[in-house]
């Protein structure tokens, strides 16, 4: 009986798995195995939030796995001589995988798959969660794309044709005795501080059909305009779903047009703006793919003259606990803190205030998100932090600098967001809410700070450091 192992990393899922659908068409045993090997994610490994999703999202497949005749054979330690191991024990001939795309993991996959090969083990590898390959579409002149809308454009014309694979119609069945507990990768905090991110998801696969569902149910339909609105379910909220591979976008394009297509609604509703929202995503990883200097390094060279800001500990402290004293970035910050996630929108705007108004290093803000967003990407982090520094990709000029004040007046006119996430300012009046340090008694009678810093002359100072690096 020949046996392969199929190495789940960031494809938790059964549905539309390359690696897993071919391994059980070509091999009477299959071993659905998961490595625990941080280390080997180099100086990006998984922050608390990203660890807590993975614990359930592990739970969650290998639930799937045992309703299926197998399970999830969980182990710790260096990858090469995990898989050696396990091919060993098992007689296994071949090891099956979906692709990885950042830098530690390609040199790592590179160097694994030349060694299994030595050891006269067979290695396949398939294309990931992603329409395209990073690799696979270029400019005219072959080189990778520097700017989204032609990107888009060329990927657009592909996606139509992509079809979803459907869950193996033999599912593995190789159960393996011993391997490690789930509760022994020590995944889950130590101290509990989850409770929120429990309230707010459900992780695994099971979970992100659900949420597609309630996208296509509730706020597909006018997702161009309630996707700004931070106090509206107007997004679908399957990004980190997206990132630990529960779900793939060829599975949300073909089930948004077969749930609407059900619904009847299929032809008074546009779904371009949001696959151009997944089209960004996988420009990030294109972006990535190609220039993977840019995890800690300005994509533009041009900004490595510029002159932050002293690193100010005091400062980092505020933002990160919301106690800026401006109203949209400590709701924000607040909002992370809690459900370890941010509404985008709300994302550009506490970040260009730490990169702007406080001038502190892009990677201060990036490692902070890395550390509490549930959908912590390597591709998406890296450019949504440059973007908004203006030192990136496609990057939003440097003199745009969010203001925190009219953006919450423009997509949060009530309040209703800031109130949720600011006890302290919820019955304050809509005449102050926005700005209440206009109101002296309103900060004394209630706690919350008067603002770090004068927006407008901070953003002074940002145009001016920007003007003085371009010499």
């Known amino acids: 009986m020949s046996t392969a192992i199929v190495w789940f990393r960031r494809d938790l899922r059964i549905a539309d798995n390359a690696a897993l659908y071919q391994a059980c068409a070509d091999h009477a045993g299959v071993v659905p195995l998961y490595i625990h090997a941080p280390q080997e994610e180099g100086s990006w490994q998984p922050g608390a939030a990203s660890r807590w999703w993975l614990h359930h999202s592990l739970q969650a497949l290998d639930t799937d796995l045992r309703h299926r005749g197998g399970a999830l054979h969980l182990r710790r330690g260096a990858s090469l001589s995990t898989l050696l191991e396990v091919a060993a024990r098992t007689g296994a001939d071949t090891v099956y995988w979906n692709r990885s795309y950042e830098p530690a ?31 696979q579409l270029t400019t005219l002149e072959g080189q990778p794309y520097r700017v989204f809308t032609p990107y888009w454009r060329k990927l657009r014309t592909l996606i139509d044709a992509s079809e979803p694979l459907p869950a193996p119609a033999r599912p593995p069945a190789m159960v393996l005795d011993g391997g490690e507990s789930l509760g022994a990768l020590d995944l889950l905090p130590s101290i509990p501080w989850d409770g929120g991110m429990r309230e707010h998801w459900t992780p695994g696969e099971q979970g992100a059909r659900d949420a597609l569902e309630l996208f296509a149910d509730d706020a597909i339909g006018d997702y161009a ?56 995503r996988e420009f990030a990883q294109h972006w990535l793919y190609h220039f ?52 985008n929108r709300v994302r550009m705007v506490v970040a260009s205030f730490l990169t702007k108004n406080l001038r502190q290093h892009w990677l201060h803000g990036a490692r902070w998100f890395w550390d ?22 496609d990057a939003a000029p440097y003199f745009r600098v969010f203001n925190p004040v009219s953006q919450a007046q423009k997509f949060d006119p009530k309040g209703v967001y800031l109130r949720r996430w600011l006890p302290e300012l919820r019955d304050a009046p809509e005449s102050t809410l926005h700005e209440p340090w206009k109101d002296r008694g309103l900060l004394q009678q209630t706690g919350y700070p008067a603002p770090m810093i004068d927006l407008g002359l901070s953003r002074q100072a940002a145009l001016a450091a920007y003007q003085a690096s371009r010499g």
């Open 225 to 280: 305009t309630a996707r700004d609105v931070p106090a509206r379910h107007g997004t679908s909220r399957l990004s980190a779903h997206l990132h630990f591979g529960e779900i793939t976008p060829k599975q949300i394009h073909h089930g948004l047009l077969t749930m609407l297509r059900q619904r009847r609604a299929d032809r008074s509703v546009d779904i371009e703006p949001y696959l151009r929202e997944l089209g960004w």
């Open 105 to 135: 993991s390609i040199a790592r996959d590179t160097q694994i798959k030349a060694a299994l090969r030595e050891h006269g083990i067979a290695v396949r590898s398939f294309s990931g969660a992603s329409w395209q390959e990073p690799w």
């Open 292 to 343: 993977p200097q840019v995890t800690n390094e300005h994509f533009n060279p041009r900004f490595n003259g510029f002159a932050w800001a002293a690193e100010d500990p005091e400062a980092l402290r505020r933002w990160q606990r919301g106690r800026t004293g401006i109203p949209l970035v400590d709701a924000g910050m607040r909002e992370l803190w809690h459900t370890g996630w941010m509404h």
């Open 372 to 393: 509490t967003l549930v959908d912590a990407d390597l591709a998406n982090n890296t450019m949504g932090w440059q973007w908004v520094a203006g030192c990136g990709v």
